[in-house]
């Protein structure tokens, strides 16, 4: 495949130039590896996470190679190569998408963080280039940007070069807060007609009764378990996965049936239930909390009085 450079440009409070830390470089380069394959595979697949081997389109796709690092204008710039979509995963952009508009052949993996970065800035609670798995590979970050490292510019996700595409603080921060507003996923029962399938990434639409198209990808079994009832009516059995706005994002399918039992009672989208509740902690001292009053006793009684008292109280 043919590599296209590109570079991610690093905010510091320091300027290192080329001569990088490597406490900094080696936490930046494994946050980089960690974020990019579920970035990837959300643009695609609508779900950042699966279970099993990683296909080997992705495996492509997220082919990244480092240059090194150089000085400009007092920053340092990180050199990468990665390879176009389009030349990584031709299959997929063969096939209706799912996703229009999420991503491009002329994409690079790179790219396609940037425009996940740019909506989570945003803090668009409807979005659907994000769930909670990877809001929390993003919020992910916080520790590093607070360690020197003030924001990295990715590549532009809309090829518009005069706009950074920073994850910074801001970022994280908003990644964790849209996580905490994300409803808990539910089991459920959803009756409806198969209407698309793409076999690479086992995703698939569903037409309820009511004419809506829902979104899923099969997370137990072959994309041969998809293609066989094409055209019509089935029974998914699985999750519910929802936006932070509490709107159905997906459904993880763990079993396909070809019955339709009970459709009009299943043709729809239970409701979310509500976003699990944050518990505050605060840290206790000498003078908060129970130590604040531990041993003491807020009356002037001697303990004789005391036992006194208690012994009348039991008469």
Request: charged fraction near 25%.
């Amino acid at each position: 495949m043919n590599l296209v450079e590109q570079e991610i440009v690093l905010q510091t409070a320091e300027r290192y130039g080329r001569d990088v830390p490597l406490s900094l470089s080696s936490a930046l380069l494994h946050h980089l590896e960690a974020t990019t394959k579920p970035c990837v595979r959300m643009a695609f697949e609508g779900t950042s996470s699966s279970v099993g081997a990683n296909p080997s389109w992705l495996e492509r796709a997220i082919d990244i190679r480092t240059l090194g690092f150089s000085l400009r204008h007092g920053e340092t710039i990180l050199h990468l190569k990665a390879p176009r979509l389009g030349d990584a995963a031709p299959r997929l952009f063969e096939q209706q998408s799912l996703f229009p508009g999420v991503a491009s052949a002329e994409d690079t993996a790179l790219q396609i963080v940037g425009r996940i970065i740019q909506e989570i800035r945003r803090e668009d609670r409807s979005s659907d280039l994000y769930d909670r798995s990877l809001l929390n590979k993003i919020s992910k970050w916080q520790p590093l940007l607070d360690k020197g490292l003030q924001g990295v510019a990715f590549p532009d996700g809309n090829h518009r070069r005069d706009v950074p595409v920073t994850l910074d603080s801001i970022v994280a921060t908003n990644a964790r807060r849209l996580s905490q507003q994300t409803p808990e996923p539910r089991q459920v029962r959803i009756v409806g007609k198969l209407d698309m399938v793409r076999h690479s990434t086992r995703s698939f639409e569903l037409l309820l009764a009511s004419g809506e198209p829902v979104r899923g990808v099969l997370v137990d079994g072959t994309a041969d378990a998809l293609q066989k009832h094409f055209g019509n009516q089935i029974t998914v059995l699985g999750k519910a996965i929802y936006r932070p706005s509490g709107t159905l994002l997906r459904l993880d399918a763990s079993e396909i049936l070809d019955t339709t039992e009970g459709q009009e009672a299943f043709s729809s989208i239970p409701s979310a239930f509500s976003a699990p509740q944050r518990v505050e902690r605060k840290l206790q001292t000498s003078r908060t909390g129970v130590s604040a009053f531990f041993g003491i006793w807020p009356g002037n009684e001697s303990d004789d009085e005391l036992m006194a008292s208690l012994a009348e109280i039991r008469r």
